[in-house]
């Protein structure tokens, strides 16, 4: 990839993706609203909305803008919407193994985005050894190395991660998405690293382009980590602003139930009366939501645990 | 533009002052006849040179010889020897004052100008007047030759300034080169030109301009050093500007402004500026092409008289009436910021360039900044934020200073014209962040917080005393104040740590950010990142700038020297400099510095010593190896240090010469080599030296070498009596013999039983009586006898005392050789590794002292065994039931993700934690409910479990970082800076809110809502029991509270349980209402219980009691209307004075309240404690819940509470 693809065609396309703005992105004509210089770049964009589709869980909507350019689709990028496709079978039907999908990927090995998704697919089926394997075999590819960092990080790998983000450092050149995989590391260090993906989020969060709910939480995290109280209370004022603003912004259940678990930490930093009420309102809001959401799943563990120990000691 | 002081020095007046050309010295001659040689960067007088009769008001240095010349109101010239500071020789000839006097560039000529009109040259050579200049019709106060053309330039009284030409002089005074036949053509054709001539026909030197326009008499004129130009001050006021050519001369402009006299003017040596003196107490900066006044400094009292440039350096000497300054115009660091592998610097001319370390290559110019600062004002510092790849420049002091933030651009094509993206007024700005930056005016006193945009986004005013700000980190700042440096937090406004520390002015911050070097003008502190002072040197020479090396060691420069500093203190130097550099960056054995002309230098360095130093400080001992193996370490200084340190056995490898080599081969033991030397040297002192140290040592071999070196027979034949050598006796005793020396042979016989030789001795030395009775006491009767034949003698005449066993020395058992060391002396590890023996070390042993990290990061492989035990291979330990106790390791704890390659953070905070807060935090909820049960005896955790919760829900966070993918967790620590894994402990919620739950329990009380209350104190015993705190303040106060809500919840407990009495149990109505008057509430709260005590007791016929609460009552409260009523009470119960009812309660004694039986316990019946709030119950309550914590058991062994991190 070209080390400063940052100012090329596709800068804004995959500024939008990757700051969460599908709506935004699905809403491009691509063939009237862009002109390409490079026609790859168009079908680069196709499959960037594609995985929008994908993202907002809209997967007919995308199967259908997919067959809509199958018949123009130049060789070159056959084997690119073929694995979306399949990507797209696997995860709407929610099956499990795909055994058609996996040959598929295992065919084509020397593919950089059907790496990327398979290293989606094997995360997805928590197989994470499979998945850094493939997701390894393409570290010049932006995406697949930020996604094999998030593995890392995923799994606790840190080693791992901070090699990673040294070789993706060496060729990315600042780019976007680099930063932003590095924001997600240091927001989960402490000291320096957490100041400093604060100080990103700020900086996406003012900017009109790159604002977006996914962000402000991210923000809201960092506040909640540095322990400033004030300040993710102004997060939280300028996220209900930004979803007035912005009423067709697509808000991802996975973001709000982050939220909502963040949220029970502020109620308990904040210390003002009543947080216990309000958190349980939260844990309900949870169970609504998600009620297989990891966190109720952990709470009810540790409910179980004290259960034991009530039963233990009483005497 | 910013005058620096140099140097100040107090003297009566000074009228004449002159530079040194290569060294820091100035002269300075006095109104008072005396002229005086200071070193002005050490501010040291070195010399007073007093010779002239009244003033001196001229003084120069030669520029190459080391001689100098003087001019005073004596009329003389006189040349001083810089070597023996003497007087050489006198030149005579002036008829008046002289006013200045100054050597030829480069002929051996002095030039001088008097009072009496004239101009004279004079060869210092051999010391003739060569010329004497007329013409000017009024004291000539000042002739000057051009730098470099045979030109003269003077200024005169008469209201002139005149120009001329000495050519002719020097024809006249100089050899033609290599004879007449090697003359060149030129020159011989300019020798039959007729030269130029004055009206007289004379040659020499003739007036060549004669400039007019100043009104009034002019005191100075100075030739520009390289454009035909010439700038004159005189007492119009005006300073005054004129340019040559070759045929006419013209004035150009006048700058005015001064308000007095102007005794002195010249020109920049490098800038387009004038610098002018004034009797108005000014020094005034002019701009050279637009002949307007730029800056100008004022001193209250003193007259200026004369100012000097250095001829090299940005370095100017002004007299006063009060002495002489040495100042500079503006700072000569060049602004400069590192990133990674780039350098950013500002040059010279004012123009941004990029090194890159890597390749050591220098770009070409990148950005212009002339507009970007205003003029006259120099670039004082960069930040660069590398995500934008942009710079924040600012430029200028006070008012004039100014920030801009300018884009920086991709390709550098040439120095193109910055563009502002944003600018403003500031004195100091930096980057804290991507997206942030900050500037600081220290004439408001403001810090405005800035985005990219340049919009303020917050506005801090900040303390008058803060006088600068640097970068410290994302986030965060230095305040540096005169007085001390502030690590502030820009975004919560909070202070974060303080160093009281004087004028500091830079701050270089280690890599890894742990450390900071603070530069002030003496002074550099090295500090952690707490500001906690880990060092702090004194340099008598200016610090000039620092960087931390590749190994962490404090590489800094001085105006003359590169050195380092090791944080134990020690320090040395690496280099000497000739020009100052300001250190950007140190890696390897390159040091890469800015010069003052705006350039990178790369000085190469040697890193071994302190690299050296730091292993020995380390106990880095592979490292010491490697580094004496493969470099060159020597001279006194490393041996000097490794002596000192301890380590002679080191220094020992790098000694060459046989004494010292003797003296730290003593120190460290080695026998060896101390032999070796000491027969080099041979000296008895060394010999002397070695023989103590052997003896100490129990090396007999060399004791007894260095007995025969000393002839020390008597030590020698006590050792070989002592080693049982009886051969080596015998040698002696027969030595001793053949020098006829009675005594040692005297002893050695004695040494060795030798009866018959002693008495032979005694024969020989004709003590014969003792020859017999030694014979005789021996038991040698025939011997005995024969002496007393010989002497003429018979048993009868010799009175004999009666004589036991004959007595002999006992014999040793020989020992022969062998070394019986008395003082051990073990090899060193340095000695063993040196002499090659490398198999039976361990390094890793020895550098188990390593930094703290390692250890920590080594710790689970030291504690790992080599092979896993299966069992405890029949040991029986006895810890089959052991019950550890708080301590106890957590055994096999799952923790979440303990598959996890690395640790996961609620691994690190149970591995961090001692309370059991850290264990629930960690989710470890078993063993911190085991360590509780074990420190408190909590049998019913029912209660805790909100609290458990609260305590691990608080610190989870989780945020999106792919979407569609799980999320990732994070958390939240007690300290969000804290960054090492071995410190970092959970945040846990509550100790904040402790207190104001306190508070909101007593308005509970207050309101009467008991039960409220009741609960509510006990949750703020739930929390602290489930707490962490940082500080034995904090624990005391939380131990206090827990007392607090146990007087509280029991006191209300009892009168909860009174009022639920049924109207006819009086006594125990009136009991209860006792009692709680001994609950230790606040005196505010205690006046109910007292008020509830003295109604109940009133109403019931108990005055006598309710005396006893009215008086208590009264004691708190003493007026009032419920102070009154108690008045009433007491007046009618004292009245009375008697109880109806007896009841269970003596107000009089010393009891505590059974918390289960709400009844006494008086004094000596037996009570147990409740382990977490120290509530008292009877014996007969062992084993009950507490009904104060609902948690705990009562009299349940209990190690009691710890909440202390």
Redesign the interface.
Known sequence: MDPYSDSSELYHLRQQFYSSRYLDLIKLDLKKDIIFNNEDNLYESYKYQIRSYISINEFEKGLELLRSINDEIPEHYKIDFKGLEYYIGFISQEKGEDLEFESFINENLNNQFVNLLGGLYYIKLNNFEKSIEILKKSKKSFENLSVLIYVNLLNLNLKDTELNLKEFNKISQDDFLYTLTQSWFELTKFNNSLNQSYYYYDELTNNLETNSIKFLLNLFTSNLKLLRIPESQEVLNKLSEFKTDNPNQFDLKQWECDFIINKIAFNYLKLEKGSDFEVDNLVNELKTLDSNNDYLLDLKEKNDIFDNIVTKYTV | MKMLTKFESKSSRAKGVAFHPKRPWILVSLHSSTIQLWDYRMGTLIDRFEDHDGPVRGVDFHPTQPIFVSGGDDYTIKVWSLQTRKCLFTLSGHLDYVRTVFFHHDLPWIISCSDDQTIRIWNWQNRQEIACLTGHNHYVMCAQFHPNQDLIVSASLDQTVRVWDISGLRKKHSAPHGGLGARSYDDQFSRHQVPQQDIFGNTDAVVKYVLEGHDKGVNWASFHPTLPLIVSGGDDRNVKLWRMSESRAWEVDSCRGHTNNVPCVLFHPTEDLIISVGEDRTIRTWDLNKRTPVKQFKRENDRFWLIAAHPTMNLFATCHDSGVMVFKLDRERPASTAFQNNLFFVNNENQVQQYQYDKQQVSMPMLSLNKVCKPWTKVKSISYN??E?SMLIQAGENENGVYSYIATPKEIVGALEASSRGEGEATAACF?????YVTFSKITHKLEVR??KDTVTKVIELDPAVKDILYA????ILLMKPTSVIHYDV??RKELAELQINNAKYASWSAD?QFVALLSKHTITIANKKLESIISMHETIRVKSAAWDDSGVLIYSTLNHIKYALLNGDSGTIKTLENTLYITKVSGKSCYCLNRRGEVEVVPIDPTEYRFKKALVNKNFAEVMRIIQSSNLVGQNIIGYLQKTGYPEIALQFVQDPETRFELAIECNNLEIALVEAKKLNNPVIWESLGKEALLQGDFTIVELVYQQLHKLEKLSFMYLVTGNTDKLSKMEMIAESRGDFSSLFQNSLYLNSIEKRIQMFIDAELTPLAYATAKTNGLDDIAESILESSGLTEEDVKFPEIGAPNAVPQVKAEGNKTWPLEKASLSFFEQALSGNFESLSIAEQSEATSSSRAIVDDEVLFEDDEPLEDDEGWDLGDDDLDVGEDEELEDVEV??AN?????ELSIWARNSKCAAGYIAA?L??PA?QML?KQLG?????PL??R???V?????????????????K????HD????SDAK?LP?I?GF??VE?DLHEGFKLFKGNKLEEAIELFRQIVYTITTLVVHSKDDEEKCKEILSVCRDYILGLSIELQRRLLPASDVKRNLELAAYFTRAKLQPAHRVNALQVAMTQAFKNKNYASASVFASEFLAIMPSGPRADQANKIKSKSDSISTDAIEIDFDPYSEFDICCGTFTPIYKGSPKLTEALTGATYHASEK?T?CKITKIT?VGAPASGLRILA
């Open positions: 590398p995500a790849h804290i962040a991507r997206n942030r985005d990219l980190g994302p986030g965060t975004q919560q950010g979440e993700d996890a390659v690395g640790s996961s989710g909820f078993e409910a049960h909590i049998v019913d955790f029912e479990r909100k458990f919760m609260t691990y829900q608080a610190n989870k966070l989780s945020f999106t970082a792919v979407d569609g993918l799980p999320s990732l994070t958390y939240i620590r969000p800076e804290e960054e970092a945040y919620p904040e809110s104001s084993g819940v058991q």
